[in-house]
């Protein structure tokens, strides 16, 4: 089993930043991805970044490229997405996730653990 605990999240005036951390911790593995997500009341979850265990591969979804940064893992095993420029549409509760697997991917069934989400409110 994986646990993971994101933390960081906050309200946050439009234009200001904040650093989301997933800290993950039970069984380990040599290759794998993992990746941010967001739900907004009444929408579903969508992928936001993701990156692989080496950090070779990263993608961004179209709405927060430019302005979010994922990096982390290493030797820390903790997991991060700096967010910049934030928008009031960023608001959502930010789920941290892992897939055993060790490409990206935007599909949330293709992950296999989930944190509890941390949330991010942003005023306009």
């Known amino acids: 089993q994986v646990q993971l605990v994101e933390s960081g999240g906050g309200l946050v005036q439009a234009g200001g930043s904040l650093r989301l951390s997933c800290a993950a911790s039970?069984?380990?593995?040599?290759?794998?991805?993992m990746g941010w997500f967001r739900q907004a009341p009444g929408k579903e979850r969508e992928f936001v970044a993701a990156i692989t265990w080496n950090g070779g591969s990263i993608s961004y979804s179209d709405s927060v490229k430019g302005r979010f940064t994922i990096s982390g893992i290493n030797a820390k095993n903790t997991l991060y997405l700096q967010m910049n420029s934030l928008k009031p549409e960023d608001t959502a509760v930010y789920y941290c996730?892992?897939?055993?697997?060790?490409?990206?991917?935007?599909?949330?069934?293709?992950?296999?653990?989930w944190g509890q989400g941390t949330q991010v409110t942003v005023s306009s």
């Open positions: 039970g069984r380990t593995f040599s290759r794998y991805a």
């Open positions: 996730a892992a897939r055993l697997y060790p490409t990206t991917s935007i599909a949330t069934c293709l992950y296999d653990y």
